[in-house]
């Protein structure tokens, strides 16, 4: 997000978070960008795959198939 496409209200509100974190509106743009780009990132990293569902043990299946109707 350019400071140069916000609107007056928005330019507002991040100038106030960046006088916060003590840094410049250009400085604090920039800086937000890139840990846009990080988190986008990290979240299309691969995520290692799930073990398979176990299947039910014995007396799990003999209560599920009490609890069916007749």
Known sequence: MDAK??????RSYEAKRAAKAGMSLEAWMRDKEKRAREEAAAATKVVAPEAPAKKPGFFSRLIDRAHKPI
């Open 5 to 10: 496409k916000l609107t007056e209200g928005q």
